[in-house]
């Protein structure tokens, strides 16, 4: 297939583009490099990629009109990530993750691109549900300004679904994280205080809960949700969460961070009101429909993550 991915110097981004570069699809890969977190760890994960069958263009999505050529398939993972940023950065939750999502329907549209996968997040969930959060079921009511583009991500599909000829399916994606990972996570983030000796502020005690879902598990859903989509006719939206049904209490987290690096984090509690209590992946549907099955426990992944930073940051 010939397929765009948006967002491919990123984290999810990458790692897809590798997995389906071995599998002999052809893609084009789009991304802006902006500076929300270091662009020389965006540029080393392009630098890996060497395949005659991929071809990288640096734009913003909303400018995507400009890309010649014709499509089988468009994977939008650009987005201005994280529930909180600097102030001048909040406007990219508009610019990327509201107008840059428009503009890659239209394109769709205009294009004749029949099938469209998008990421949306765990983040639209409310976070005082008891149970794991099911789609739905569990309440759809963001904490965060982020969490609402999510959302409209989502509703923006819906409307798209029902008036173009095209087949839609979008990710709600819990907490992921391994090799060539996002800097602003707190599994990155810890990892660099404590080899720094840096003193690491847990948020609310560290009694916060993430369904923490290793990479490779991702891209597996990813790989599933098109073989589902290619299936499916056009005008339908269907929505999968792909976690690890899992939660770990992000100071249990810090201590096998801990462990694993054999030294004593330095930390001081800090109180947050924005980011969710909680995040649980209820997987029946996308176990039953999708054949999603989360195969990596946390202190596997978590060692995998470990040995590749100290390989990226400490051998360079």
């Given amino acids: 297939m010939n397929i765009i991915i948006t967002g491919s110097a990123g984290f999810i981004g990458y790692h897809l583009t590798k997995s389906l570069l071995k599998e002999g699809h052809n893609i084009l890969g789009i991304d ?52 909180r940023v600097s102030k001048d950065m909040e406007k990219n939750y508009i610019d990327s993750n509201v107008s840059g999502f428009k503009s890659v329907c239209d394109f769709c549209e205009k294009r004749g691109i029949a099938k469209l996968i998008y990421a949306s997040s765990s983040s639209i969930y409310h976070d005082n549900y008891e149970k ?25 599909a819906e409307l798209i679904s029902k008036k173009s000829p095209i087949s839609i399916v979008g990710l709600r994606f819990f907490s992921v994280y391994g090799p060539w990972g996002r800097p602003d996570m707190a599994y990155f983030l810890f990892t660099k205080k404590i080899k720094n000796k840096e003193i690491i502020r847990l948020h609310n005690n560290g009694s916060m809960a993430r369904d923490m879902t290793y990479i490779d598990d991702i891209i597996n859903g990813i790989k599933e949700s098109i073989k589902f989509n290619a299936k499916q006719d056009v005008g339908t ?18 201590c096998k961070l801990e462990s694993l690096i054999n030294i004593k984090a330095t930390k001081e509690n800090f109180t947050v009101y924005d980011e969710s209590a909680k995040t649980h992946a209820n997987l029946s549907k996308s176990k039953k429909i999708l054949n999603y099955s989360p195969k990596t426990k946390v202190d596997d992944g978590l060692r995998r993550f470990i040995d590749w930073y100290e390989a990226f940051y400490e051998e360079n």
């Fill in 32 to 83: 802006n490099l902006n500076d929300y977190y270091d662009v020389k760890l965006k540029e080393s994960r392009l630098a890996t990629i060497d395949s005659d069958n991929f071809k990288f263009i640096k734009s913003n999505i909303n400018d995507i009109d400009n890309i010649e050529g014709s499509f089988d398939l468009l994977i939008n993972l650009a987005a201005q990530a994280g529930v």
């Fill in 132 to 156: 794991s959060y099911a789609e739905g079921i569990t309440p759809e009511k963001p904490k965060s300004f982020y969490g609402l583009t999510k959302l409209f991500n989502e509703q923006y």
């Fill in 237 to 254: 939206h269907d929505i999968f969460n792909l976690g690890n049904d899992e939660p770990i209490e992000t100071s249990l987290m810090l």
